[in-house]
């Protein structure tokens, strides 16, 4: 959830009737390269401290990330942040969501400790918050934690952190989602794989019930979670069926170099060795 609707006409996302409109549009419909011209296009055309430049800026960022090109999402997102700071405040609730954000392309280029880092101080700031979009940012920011404390092998880490938060954040939309999928990753990664099958079907349960706008930034997500479960259980056939069917899903919406993308080409690597029965 890269964007929430803001409930006052100068928050981030009061992007209705607003130069961002068709930027925003590009990315929910997941045409992500258009996305980013659009939104730079604006951000460009704006004065340097505008509300709209700086939401064109986030755009752009995430745009970016979702083709792979994670060290320039970064960049976007570092010439954002102090736009953010200085249009909305470094405590407001859409400064700490593209934290959260800005974070995530930490760990995509393998830079885990620190969105660990960063994700946990987005939380701990965001406890001082309110409003209703608070609990959709604690959710993200634990996400993030949640991916980066797995990446790093801290499994059992990761399952106390993702299970509170599941417990805070009971609905069926997509930070329920990617919160199920990193409960499944977590479950796998301790060999636990009857329970991670079980968490990612319950996961697609979710995924299938989302509107499509939401569902296109976590294309073969669900698919990598179950084929990497199936594949625990020793049920090749399954798993190299739905880690293909997550790469070909991921190379089509994201391109060859986006973290998922080359996750799910590693696993059906290992499931194609000359090791596999």
């Known amino acids: ?3 929430f609707r803001s409930r006052r006409r100068t928050d981030a996302d009061s992007t209705t009737g607003t130069p961002v409109d068709q930027a925003k549009a590009l990315y929910e419909a997941g045409r992500y390269a258009e ?11 704006r004065p340097r401290d505008d509300q709209y430049a700086a939401v064109a800026l986030n755009i752009a960022a995430v745009a970016a990330g979702a083709q792979g090109r994670h060290t320039e999402a970064l960049a976007i997102f570092d010439t954002a942040l102090p736009v953010f700071g200085r249009v909305f405040g470094v405590g407001h609730w859409v400064t700490l ?23 946990a101080a987005v939380v ?5 918050e309110t409003g209703p979009d608070i609990p959709l940012l604690v959710a993200a920011a634990r996400n993030g934690l949640v991916f980066a404390l797995n990446a790093q092998g801290r499994h059992q880490e990761a399952e ?16 329920g989602l990617v919160l199920r999928l990193g409960l499944a990753r977590s479950l796998s990664g301790q060999a636990r794989h009857e329970e ?5 079907h319950g996961a697609g349960e979710v995924y299938r019930a989302l509107p499509d706008r939401l569902r296109h930034p976590d294309a073969g997500a669900v698919e990598l979670a179950l084929a990497t479960a199936l594949s625990g259980l020793g049920r090749t056939p399954e798993a190299r069926l739905r880690a293909a069917a997550a790469h070909d899903a991921c190379l089509a919406s994201f391109g060859p170099d ?20």
């Open 1 to 3: 959830m890269k964007f």
């Open 35 to 45: 996305a980013e011209a659009a939104a730079l296009a604006v951000a460009r055309s």
């Open 97 to 119: 969501k593209l934290r959260s954000d800005r974070a995530q392309q930490l760990t995509s280029l393998g830079r885990h400790a620190e969105c660990e880092a960063e994700c």
């Open 124 to 128: 701990a700031a965001a406890q001082h």
């Open 160 to 175: 106390t952190v993702v299970r509170e938060a599941l417990a805070a954040h009971r609905a069926h939309d997509r930070a």
């Open 196 to 200: 991670a099958l079980a968490e990612a």
């Open 258 to 277: 986006h973290r998922r993308t080359v996750e799910a080409r590693t696993l059906l690597d290992r499931i194609d060795g000359p090791d596999t029965a």
